[in-house]
């Protein structure tokens, strides 16, 4: 927490007050720093670790032209007050040195700094990198991979250290797709496709969320990325091709059937099974993914089981009606929906 | 109407009565309703816009304490969404523009020594059109049908297969109602200053904040033509099945954003110019010297408000579009603060040269100083299009553009009401009043504002009406709420402070801060007719230089008296050389009905009633025809005959 240390003298300075301000701002960057936060000044991706560098390059900038400022603004507070002789010149210099010049040769220095990463982030990767599409949906992201006819929603996974491309579509309005420890915005704009790459350092999960407003549940339209080992992420591409895990119980065989028969498979599909619909998320492996709604709530059997009774009451206008799910079918549902992993 | 003013040596007691006759309004309902005196309508101006403003600034601070706490439930995310909408289009076109535009209309006649604007008649109407466009949006929100869909209405969200009901119908045909408005009023201010300045008031004597209001107009004339027609093509392809903005039949979302922005980043400094201006206006009287730098500042002001239409794309950093566009736009946005800085440092310079008087106006000047220069680093940070990429679209870019309209806005705004508060009501505010209300508003402003940046750079996007406790944005966002809530008791004070001085403020004499412009030289409030002399201006401090001051009462002569007929002067646009006595409109209805009968149009086209709509063009017609009808007077009777 090197730079909590370092952050404090700009909101010091700028109230006056050392004591509270300091500590707030150390208070705010210990939120920002700690596990679950989706930090851009945590960054664990190649793109978004060139971008904290040229943000800690422009934040010092800042903090010493502030503090001339300051220091210009102090001085005439204590010395040009009270009787102090009005003095007529015209410092013509000073104005086009201090407000031109100087601002002049360090704005150059840093757009220079800024190609460089901009020609950085622009540089994806190769012809035959691995490619995810991404597809936006109001208001959860359809995911597929290049060569492979399953799909997942909400959750991208990566093998680590690889740059991945990613190809970003939308199914209706603009979008915009953001993993701030990875990779800086790309907007999805309708009737065109966009591209981007994510490279991950290090194993783990990253959130990303939408951040381009998309209507009522914009709030609600969060992904993760799970950068895994290569052979990890194999199994993965392979279980997309494979049908989904069978039911093993008779509980679970009866909620496959009620989800088959019933209104779910109107808009849901599960492979390997009579459900094909392509309205809602693919959910072949909702057991295993780490939330519902796209982030709205936690994945596990009293949010799911609220969530299909009414998903109204959780995210407000999503696309899913309240299902007429007899109470009794209602356990057998969640219990065959969390087995598919 | 002040008697307290002795008669000028140099003019006679039949001349002042004379002028009061031909420009005073009668105290009553029918004058109320058919004055075009610039100072009422200024003063309209600015009381309806802290309306708007109040309104606004309301919705935010319900957003505010939904956002305290996470996954909290006060609002639907329907409710926030029309709030986060309305709180943005409402700030943004009908409080920051039309208070500026309120001080322009109170101010830029006298500051010029003139006795009203070019087209007092269309001013009357400009001020119409917009308090009714004004309610005509607001109108909407307990309807639940107000616009939902962010200030700037991206496509195809604005659409509507994608947004059913009139809520970007009232979006649409809001803004091009109000447009009516600020483009009448931008070209009376260009028309007022160029063709009505004092005798000697030459390019080079004109005051700062003439020339910002004046920069600002011709961005309005020049920025809105792309934002009416974005509007227009919108309403055509949500009410007539046009595709422009829509991919499926052939449109392009993108064209929305470039003809958005293109209007949009204009706007920015059409809001902030004329609180430049404010600045410039406000210094010399507490430094007691003049600004320095002023050619240096009057180039700043014209390099931005032509630069600034060649930065649009920067708020399209992350839509994809070709690199080597990016960096030509990311260099422009880059040099765009140079102008910026040039005016900052001179005002620096005036402050370690002249002698502060830190009162209240000056307090707020600093306060402007400080957030200011903060966001003009976030700005200046959002020109690299690689960091733009990562924080547009995320709460470090709400904290930046609030650092820049409050500071580059607000913070001139309550500068400029202290400060001409005593011009416009005749009496001197509380002075505690007013730096409590200053601390409370600075505190509150950064309390709210900078823990924004943090929790932007902590993965927050903007314009989400709920966030989940796990992900560190918790402790800024209630920070932030509580900030807010300061923020709203400092203004409540400004309120309170204008109250209570028009209520029991002592008499503030017609220049209590020794000013160096020519509004200071006017009664307070001014009589009808500003100045019973039209001053002959000597330099850029008319009010501080003697030469001037006698040619206004010693040096008085009949051609700048013009007490016969309701009458001002024209002169040349460079030097001011006095051409001629120009006769001014009397009251009239004319402007109301008009904006009447095209709120009638709007709302006609809202509803969809198109018959009414028809019926209400042909009323505009016959309306603007009545008002062009030239007039049936003798000569003598509007004094041309001398």
Not at chain 2, 28 to 41: E, G, N, P, Q, Y
Request: hydrophobic letters at 50%; one cysteine or more; aromatic letters at 12%.
């Amino acid at each position: 927490m090197r730079r909590t240390a370092e952050t404090a003298p700009r909101p010091a300075r700028r109230q006056r007050r050392p004591g509270p301000m300091l500590l707030l701002a150390g208070l705010l960057l210990l939120a920002g720093c700690s596990g679950g936060s989706p930090s851009a000044l945590n960054p664990q991706g190649t793109g978004a670790a060139r971008v904290n560098g040229l943000w800690w390059l422009l934040f010092w900038i800042s903090v010493a032209v502030f503090a001339e400022v300051m220091a210009l603004l102090a001085w005439a507070l204590v010395f040009r007050r009270g009787t102090a002789r009005v003095r007529h010149g015209q410092p013509l210099r000073f104005v086009t040195i201090a407000g031109a010049g100087l601002p002049f040769i360090i704005l150059v220095a840093v757009y220079g700094v800024g190609l460089r990463d901009l020609a950085a982030l622009g540089a994806g990767p190769g012809r035959d990198a691995l490619t995810v599409e991404v597809i936006g949906h109001q208001w959860w992201w359809e995911v597929r991979y290049a060569g492979r006819s399953g799909a997942t929603a909400n959750e991208i996974h990566i093998p680590v250290g690889e740059r991945v491309k990613v190809r970003l579509r939308t199914d209706d309005v603009l979008h915009s797709f953001w993993v701030p420890q990875l990779m800086p915005k790309t907007d999805l704009i309708s009737g065109e496709t966009r591209e981007t790459w994510l490279e991950a350092r290090q194993a783990g999960s990253y959130r990303g969320q939408c951040a381009e407003y998309c209507g009522t549940q914009h709030a609600h339209m969060a992904f993760l990325v799970v950068a895994q080992p290569r052979a990890d992420f194999d199994a993965f591409l392979d279980r997309l091709d494979a049908p989904a895990r069978a039911p093993q119980t008779d509980a679970e065989r009866r909620g496959q059937q009620t989800f088959v028969q019933g209104t779910c498979a109107a808009c849901h599909s599960i492979r390997g099974t009579g459900a094909q619909g392509r309205v809602g998320p693919d959910l072949s492996n909702v057991g295993s993914r780490w939330s519902i709604g796209a982030g709205a709530v936690p994945n596990d059997a009293g949010h799911l089981g609220g969530w299909i009774a009414n998903s109204q009451t959780v995210k407000p206008g999503n696309a899913m009606p309240p299902q007429p799910v007899d109470a009794a079918r209602l356990p057998d549902l969640i219990a065959y929906l969390r087995s598919l992993e | 109407m002040s008697t307290t003013l002795s008669t000028p040596p140099g003019i006679g007691r039949e001349d002042l009565a004379r002028l009061a006759e031909h420009w005073d309004e009668p105290r009553s309902l029918r004058a109320w309703f058919t004055t075009v005196d610039h100072k009422k309508i200024g003063r309209r101006y600015l009381v309806t816009a802290a309306f708007f403003f109040v309104l606004a600034g309301l919705s935010a601070l319900v957003m505010r304490t939904q956002l305290a706490r996470p996954e909290s439930g006060v609002l639907s995310p329907q409710e926030y969404n029309q709030l986060f909408t309305m709180h943005g289009t409402a700030m943004i076109f009908l409080f920051a523009t039309p208070m500026l535009f309120g001080f322009g209309n109170f101010l830029v006649p006298l500051m010029i020594g003139s006795r009203d604007m070019a087209f007092p008649r269309l001013n009357a109407f400009g001020y119409w059109v917009f308090l009714f466009a004004g309610l005509f949006m607001w109108a909407s929100l307990p309807f639940g049908a107000a616009p939902n869909n962010g200030w700037f209405a991206y496509a195809p969200l604005n659409q509507d297969q994608h947004n059913p009901g009139l809520h970007m119908d009232v979006y649409a045909l809001g803004l091009l109602f109000l447009g009516i408005s600020t483009t009448s009023g931008a070209i009376n201010f260009i028309v007022t200053a160029l063709k009505l300045r004092a005798p000697g008031m030459s390019l080079n004597r004109v005051p700062l904040f003439v020339w910002a209001i004046v920069a600002t107009a011709f961005m309005v004339v020049f920025a809105l033509p792309a934002l009416n027609t974005d509007n227009a093509l919108l309403f055509l392809d949500r009410r007539f099945d046009t595709h422009f903005f829509d991919p499926g039949g052939g449109g392009n979302v993108l064209l929305w954003q470039h003809l958005f922005w293109i209007f949009g980043h204009p706007d920015v400094y059409i809001i902030v110019m004329p609180g430049l201006g404010i600045v410039s206006a406000v210094l010399p009287a507490f430094t007691r010297r003049g600004v320095v730098g002023y050619p240096l500042i009057v180039l700043a002001i014209v390099a931005i408000s032509i630069v600034s239409f060649g930065v649009w794309v920067h708020h399209m950093f992350a839509t994809g579009l070709p690199q080597l566009s990016y960096s030509f736009f990311s260099a422009a946005s880059t040099i765009i603060t140079i102008p910026s800085g040039i005016q900052i440092f001179a005002w620096l310079a005036t402050m370690m040269l002249g002698r502060l008087v830190l009162r209240a106006p000056l307090l707020f000047v600093i306060g402007f100083i400080v957030t200011f220069v903060l966001g003009g680093f976030t700005g200046a940070m959002f020109a690299l299009t690689a960091f733009d990429q990562q924080v547009t679209d995320s709460y470090f870019v709400v904290a930046h553009f609030h650092y820049v309209l409050l500071g580059g806005a607000l913070f001139p705004i309550l500068a400029g009401i202290y400060f001409w508060l005593p011009k416009i009501t005749g009496r001197m505010y509380h002075e505690g009043l007013g730096r409590w209300a200053f601390w409370l508003v600075f505190t509150g402003m950064h309390v709210t504002f900078f823990p924004m940046h943090l929790y932007g750079l902590f993965g927050m996007p903007r314009r989400v009406y709920t966030y989940r406790s796990d992900l560190g944005w918790d402790v800024g966002n209630l920070i932030s709420s509580i900030g807010s809530y300061v923020l709203a008791l400092g203004l409540l004070l400004v309120l309170i402070g204008v109250v209570h001085a028009i209520r029991r403020g002592r008499p503030a004499g017609p220049d209590p801060w020794e000013g160096d412009s020519l509004e200071w030289s006017a009664a307070s409030p001014p009589e009808a007719y500003n100045f019973p002399v039209i001053p002959c201006v000597h330099s850029l401090h008319p009010t501080w230089d003697e030469r001037t001051v006698e040619s206004t009462t010693t040096g008085a002569t009949k051609d700048r008296i013009l007490s016969e007929g309701k009458r001002t002067l024209f002169t040349s646009e460079l030097d001011a050389r006095p051409e001629r006595a120009a006769p001014m409109p009397e009251p009239s209805f004319k402007p109301l009905v008009l904006a009447g009968v095209l709120l009638v149009f709007f709302t006609a086209l809202l509803l969809g009633a198109y018959p009414v709509a028809v019926a209400a063009v042909l009323a505009v017609a016959a309306t603007i025809a009545a008002w062009l009808w030239p007039p049936r007077r003798p000569d003598e009777e509007i004094g041309i005959a001398s």
